[in-house]
């Protein structure tokens, strides 16, 4: 019965791509589920189509449908989270960001956004009839219960998960099966930790606790946490996070991470987003020790800081003096996005026990090659505050780590001043001066 179902509703993705028609709003993949054959099926039809806004995010390759279309009178994109790919779309005028709370977005797409055609890439139809989201739970399943019509791209290399709900649609939901062989899962290569990375990881592995849940987010520094953390005498840690990647399977082969002290999903390590290499898609496969879910439960801060000690680290792009953090663009560049990070930073300090991260290197290079301060007295003209300064909690460089939560003005910015790079410190001080919040007895 299943079988008959799953025949009557097999097409090619040039079948599938016709239900999408002029105008529609067409909610796509996200990170490594993309559905790619579907994606060049659309472009294809490109001459019939116009104002076709197509909505996803984290690209790890580049669009068809933009590349087909220059000047982007068929095709828009709109991301909930830019990969680089999407920056260099969004400077040209044909990717366009959705500012979101990560924990909101199923709620938006339920309540605010208009969903004509859904497509997702999964693993193979199971024996009860269901296919497996894998390695991205996210949104899916709200923009497909508002979908017009709900597409799905079989890739057969796509792990299947074990989930808490919401991780897998049945084919009774679905309207057209493209079957697309084995195509591989995305590649995102371990990125290697620079020397800064390291020093700031050695600054956040004392503040960690056995039988801490950790949430990371991807990069150098929490690579380099998570291998400190996989050859530490740490034990029973836990996992409860928007998204993991290669470190977490070092910490749970290390048998660091065991999830036995968790007070939420005991036993369970708890993802919505995974991006990695294939080491970590191997982890994932069949996996009990797995919980996958949509994002309005992994990143509810309400459901996470139930988990005792909960450790949310992040990065940011600059913080001024009053403790505003920025982490999605440069200026009035966008650069990525909000994800999740306000989500954690308020779960971790709900949590009990529970302490929250943002972490920068205190320098960049600008285009001339000049050094400057990621730590400002006011922040960059057009930059966007992604968290409060009331809401953020420790904040770490290079040079140390400061617990900002109920310091004064003139207290936040000596502290701030100590984590900068010492070039900039007395430049720092002068502008506190200004600003009426450096006290007349602190010392320089």
């Keep these: 019965m299943l079988m008959e179902e799953f025949r009557r509703k097999r097409v090619s993705a040039e079948v599938a791509a016709k239900a999408v028609h002029s105008g529609d709003w067409v909610e796509m993949g996200f990170g490594a589920n993309m559905p790619r054959i579907l994606e060049a099926a659309l472009a294809e039809r490109k001459e019939e189509l116009f104002d076709v806004k197509a909505r996803g995010g984290l690209l790890l390759a580049p669009?068809?449908?933009?590349?087909?279309?220059?000047?982007?009178?068929?095709f828009t994109w709109l991301s909930y989270h830019l990969s680089g790919i999407e920056r260099k779309y969004a400077q040209l005028g044909k990717?366009?960001?959705?500012?979101?709370?990560y924990s909101e977005l199923p709620r938006y797409l339920r309540e605010n956004l208009q969903t004509d055609v859904a497509m997702f890439q999964s693993a193979p139809m199971d024996e009860h009839g269901y296919f497996n989201f894998g390695v991205t739970i996210s949104h899916f399943a709200a923009a497909i219960s508002k979908a017009r019509t709900v597409i799905i791209e079989i890739n057969e290399d796509m792990p299947r998960v074990h989930g808490g709900y919401d991780h897998a649609i049945h084919i009774s939901q679905v309207d057209y099966v493209v079957e697309g062989g084995h195509m591989g899962v995305p590649i995102v290569p371990e990125a290697e930790p620079s020397l800064v990375d390291r020093q700031i990881a050695e600054h956040l592995l004392p503040e960690i606790e056995d039988g801490s849940c950790i949430q990371l987010g991807i990069?150098?520094?929490?690579?380099?946490?998570?291998?400190?953390?996989?050859?530490?005498?740490?034990?029973?840690?836990?996992?409860?996070s928007e998204m993991i990647a290669d470190a977490y399977v070092?910490?749970?082969?290390?048998?660091?991470?065991?999830?036995?002290r968790k007070q939420r999903d005991l036993g369970r390590m708890v993802y919505t987003l995974a991006m990695g290499t294939q080491k970590l898609y191997d982890f994932l496969h069949d996996n009990t020790a797995i919980a996958a879910y949509p994002v309005d439960y992994t990143n509810d801060p309400w459901i996470a800081s139930q988990n005792d000690k909960l450790i949310s680290i992040n990065s940011a792009l600059e913080i001024d003096l009053s403790g505003q953090v920025c982490s999605e663009t440069v200026g009035q560049a966008i650069f990525s996005g909000s994800g999740g990070q306000l989500d954690f930073v308020e779960a971790a300090y709900r949590s009990k026990g529970g302490k929250s991260f943002i972490c920068l290197p205190s320098t960049y290079k600008d285009k001339s090659g000049q050094i400057q301060s990621r730590i400002k007295p006011l922040m960059t003209n057009g930059a966007v505050i992604t968290d409060t300064r009331t809401t953020v909690q420790y904040v770490v460089t290079e040079y140390g780590k400061v617990n900002l939560k109920g310091l004064s003005t003139w207290q936040r910015a000596e502290q701030l001043i100590f984590l900068a790079h010492p070039k900039f410190r007395e430049d720092l001080i002068s502008e506190a001066e200004k600003l009426k919040i450096w006290r007349q007895s602190s010392k320089r």
């Design 219 to 240: 990069g150098g520094m929490p690579q380099a946490l998570g291998k400190m953390i996989a050859q530490s005498d740490l034990k029973d840690l836990g996992v409860h």
């Design 95 to 101: 990717a366009f960001y959705i500012p979101i709370k």
């Design 250 to 260: 070092d910490m749970f082969e290390a048998g660091v991470v065991n999830n036995k």
């Design 63 to 74: 669009l068809k449908m933009l590349e087909l279309d220059p000047e982007g009178e068929h």
